[in-house]
């Protein structure tokens, strides 16, 4: 009688024990924790400053209201980052990605290094749509499309690494039009680009208008750096005196190519995911609260202020996107693995 006394008394407190591990749900889960970016590209860059505004206004959307912080890990156009965060990240929720969208569009072509799945990530979203444009500095003597159109010599264009748009853009471009360009990679990112175009070793780069505008804005207002040409097909409300690449495609495979520049690297570039794995309650809370987020009329103040877009996408919206590239046709494929991974 006294041991199954002992043993009732046993089997109570392991029950009591367990109820809170078994009520704790995404609600609880983040109270007294620490989320943390990971950023793919270097500091200063486009990436890094829409993280940055997300990342301080983030915690408070979050049930639990965890602290925030924002950590660069650089290299291979952001693929490390996405990497690290589909391989290696713990699936707590803890740990937000934000690198390239369209390295998924590398993987589904077969580029070397890449260790992850596209449909497997768990989406949070993305704040901005892209309108790709090339933007050069005044010294490289290019002020209009007809002067790139004429130039004698190729511009020099700076790009980070395959599967980044400052690298695959200006591929589809010059594949598209046949403009006089030589794309330099293995920058870190926007960030030493432009240093390094400020410095002549480059003629300036091609990436999103929304990034351009707010990290390039001294150089854009000074008329040391001018937007030259954009990828369209519609035009940026502030780029209407700006060319469109789409009206210079040389012919219909030219059309295409830019067609996918348009709709890849337009949609999808800069989302930021969850590593596989991660609890769907605790995806559904972070989803609610990065668009919560990206509605907070602070953090719209601040935006407006630093001249940052916002045009937010929710993470099914994002998951859908990622998918159609698995489902590409094979000539578009085909087409694309040419321009963006022809054999040396």
Not at 20 to 29: E, H, N, Q, T, V
Not at 109 to 136: E, M
Not at 323 to 338: A, C, R, V, W
Request: aromatic share 6%; glycine share 10%; hydrophobic share 40%.
């Amino acid at each position: 009688m006294v041991s199954r006394f002992i043993r009732i008394v046993m089997l109570s407190a392991l029950a009591l024990a367990l109820v809170p591990s078994l009520s704790l749900g995404a609600d609880d889960f983040f109270k007294g924790k620490t989320i943390r970016f990971v950023v793919g590209f270097s500091p200063g860059g486009g990436f890094d400053t829409y993280t940055r505004l997300i990342a301080r206004h983030f915690g408070k959307h979050v049930p639990g209201n965890p602290r925030t912080v924002v950590q660069n890990r650089t290299g291979a156009g952001s693929m490390i980052a996405a990497n690290y965060i589909f391989n290696r990240a713990k699936p707590d929720g803890l740990t937000i990605g934000n690198w390239i969208g369209p390295l998924v569009l590398q993987h589904v072509l077969g580029k070397k290094g890449i260790k992850f799945d596209g449909r497997k990530f768990n989406w949070l979203g993305v704040p901005s749509t892209d309108d790709n444009t090339c933007a050069l500095t005044k010294a490289s003597g290019i002020n209009s499309i007809e002067d790139w159109i004429n130039s004698k010599r190729p511009i020099k264009i700076g790009a980070t690494a395959p599967g980044s748009t400052t690298d695959d853009v200006p591929k589809l471009i010059k594949a598209a039009t046949d403009l006089p360009m030589k794309i330099v990679e293995g920058y870190g990112g926007t960030a030493i680009i432009r240093v390094s175009a400020e410095k002549g070793e480059l003629d300036g780069g091609c990436w999103a208008w929304q990034s351009i505008k707010p990290t390039w804005r001294q150089g854009i207002e000074s008329g040391n750096v001018k937007p030259i040409l954009q990828v369209g097909p519609d035009k940026h409300p502030d780029l209407q005196d700006v060319a469109v690449a789409t009206k210079l495609a040389k012919d219909d495979t030219g059309k295409k190519l830019l067609q996918v520049a348009a709709d890849v690297y337009r949609a999808i570039s800069r989302p930021y995911s969850l590593p596989p794995g991660v609890p769907a309650d605790r995806v559904k809370t972070l989803q609610t609260a990065f668009m919560a987020t990206l509605k907070d009329p602070e953090l719209i103040a601040n935006a407006n202020k630093s001249k940052l877009e916002l045009n937010p996408s929710d993470g099914n919206w994002v998951a859908k996107k990622m998918k159609g590239l698995y489902n590409m046709d094979s000539s578009t494929l085909s087409l694309l693995k040419e321009v963006l991974s022809p054999k040396k």
